[in-house]
């Protein structure tokens, strides 16, 4: 049972699973950004009546279904990415690692796009935003480059014509983010809509895995 | 190991994993709901003795155990609803993660519910509650519908017969959750006490898997 | 691959999964019920040093060891409960689910325990400590009673002796737990080292799974 | 399917998942430790400007980036260690339990470091988080001493002089964790950069695994 191929398995698994758990943790922790809008704290009335206050909140509700979904459709891409791979080294951990550090970042830039989207600086809360996407994109491009180079850990069954329609498709997301945070310098609300539009570019273009 | 079939049976095993991962997250974060009555924030007693504190807190109590047993269902019912399908799509995906959403929702409308279970705008609070989860049950009733069409994502073994029944018992949900909308007009208790019978009768009635 | 006995199988080993997942979160959250003396609230300084701070929080730490060491023994036991079971049915993971819901309120009751463990009413709240435990005591005995009646759950390796020897250790917790309700009447503090000399019983004393 | 072997591996995989679970919680609950600068509490506008208030916030950053790498090099190690064990048994869960009590502490660590880094008790805060990672030593150390010790529990394709590195190797942690401790009564900083070079030890020259 744990010979070299079935190790292989077994670690490209367990990285997987990792993987999944600080997705769906992350996905999850983005309810503790919505708050009762009729309590100041824990007991105190603030005397907002529930409806008109979780309508002001609007905002919050939009940000939480804007990384939602781009959670979601980051999660369903690294599960395809994954089906390409033949098996993990460490590098491919450390890498994995550090896109997985800027996910767990997103429930804290969430928080700060929604708190500041109808403030003045809504602006810089949406380049923080959108700068936490271009780094994700960033260390995605850089995981991904990092197995297909030289096909070293592709599997045999990826065919080069594939992988680099991956390494193009990959490269949306640098690229819309950036155009994310030079946008955030005119509309934050608008920044936002772009990084909403890249996931769904990933939702549907996605290829469809080995 | 990773031909067509064996693949498939991964991606379904991890959909079913990531989704296990929200519903035991969220069921659990519900926890962060409950607290010390007799300590307005850490360090700043309230005067009020812990016993008859909690016991004026029996409404964050009802919440939590309502909001409890309806995820529980939901899991042993998603987990029921997989057993009849064949594999998973990429559309498959996006609409259980759709469904997901809402699940990832309901800490935040369980408190909701409960701190205002006692006041004026219980009616509103129940009404958001109970409106979760009927886009809970909307949600739910479009992923089953997508797989049953025409069979799509159906396994061989599931008889037309049986995936006609799961269709009319799905119904429940929304039918269920839009009553309880409506009697949150009358009353917020009575309003989450529908929610309780419709997870009770998807408990003892759900078809036993495959 | 999808034959009675592996579809038996897999709902065991989701049911464990859901569970884990459950277990491994609960003992997780512990941590934030643990928190900076320093700050009242956060940017808020109160004046307390830091070390000071830390050793007069005692209890806070004591409350979460004692919690963590209890949970660590549960899944252990769990898991070990889990290996003479044969296969799960949805009245078995009702009762599962029941069991979790008590391990979910442990965080709750170890944060009241911990607050209130220096105070007047440190009876009361080792008495909704240990209560919660006895629940989990109850709710554990139905769960394997369920399984053990008339041999129906379990696997057929697995003696009449050795379920025999089961259900009599399965006892010592909600008989302890009572005991430890009791003795919250005279003393906080000793209420709670019964729960830690309860979860000390079963971590040496559990049989070694199948 | 359930003769002693697989249920080994079985009990195995299970110890893997819960500790997976664990650290993933642990390194993903941190980002509950970065706030929004602009706000005191929710709602309570604090007047400091976004941009500014991040940059002010340089040690949350520091901290969680830290103390993620730290959480990601063991867990991958935790995983390597594991590729050299055959099997678990109860005392080998018990310790491995030990070990998680401190990674669920991290998250309070790293606050507490956060907090602090820029006051005058910032050697004591060093000193509480150096700690930790001390306790995670020193658990580390005894589990791995109780696998090895006359190859209790070590893989047959494991040889004596592999199984030696790796515990040499594992001295580097409580040795260079008590020096992180001393070298916080100067500088808290440099205490917590130490700690990251610990990291990167391990990030580099774990062996690759069976």
Redesign the interface.
């Known amino acids: ?2 010979n070299g191929e079935s ?1 292989g ?1 077994r ?1 490209t698994a ?1 990285t ?3 993987s ?13 950004n ?3 809008p ?7 009335y ?1 005397g907002v ?3 008109e206050g ?1 309508v002001r909140e609007w905002q919050s509700f939009f940000a939480l ?1 804007t990384t ?2 781009t959670i ?1 459709v980051m ?2 891409n690294h ?1 395809n990415m994954f ?1 390409h791979i033949d098996r993990v ?2 590098r491919l ?2 890498r994995n ?1 550090i896109l ?2 800027f996910v ?2 997103t ?2 830039t969430t ?2 796009v929604a ?2 989207m109808t ?1 003045s ?1 809504a602006g ?2 949406a380049a ?1 935003y959108s700068g936490n996407f271009m780094f994700i994109a960033i260390s995605w491009n850089a995981l991904w480059r990092y197995c297909a180079k030289g096909r070293r850990l592709l ?1 045999e ?1 990826v065919t080069d014509a594939e992988a680099r329609t991956i390494t193009r498709q990959y490269l949306v997301a640098p690229l819309g983010s950036v155009v994310a945070i030079a946008i955030s310098l005119v509309s934050g609300l608008a920044s936002v809509t772009v990084v909403l539009a890249i996931a769904a570019f990933y ?1 549907f273009t ?1 290829s ?3």
Request: proline share 4%; hydrophobic share 55%; aromatic share 12%.
């Open positions: 049972m744990e190790r398995a670690d367990r997987e699973a990792f999944d758990g600080v997705f769906a943790f992350a996905i999850t922790l983005l309810v503790l919505l708050r009762d009729s309590f100041l704290s824990p007991g105190v603030s009546p529930l409806f979780l279904v939602f979904i979601l999660w369903l599960h089906s080294d460490r951990m450390l690692g997985l550090l767990v970042l429930p804290f928080a700060i708190d500041h403030l600086d810089t809360a923080v599997r069954d939702a996605g469809h895995g080995h």
